[in-house]
């Protein structure tokens, strides 16, 4: 992952470390494009610890999603 993003081996882990990221734990691990996926990804988990007055705060699995990443 170091080599494909341009970051250092120690960078890496340590934002491994710091999200409790495991990815040698699946068996395939897949590295988003999206230039904003950092803000999104905050967006979506911060309503959970933290959500809005009244939110109702749904999670939906993409199995279809999944199953087109694992294909490629």
Known sequence: MAVRTGLSKSTV???WKQFDLK?????AFKLSTDPQIVD???????LYPNPPEWAVVLCVDEKSQIQALDRS
């Open 23 to 27: 990815p040698h734990l699946d068996d």
């Open 13 to 15: 882990g340590r934002i």
């Open 40 to 46: 999104e990804v905050i967006d979506v988990v911060g």
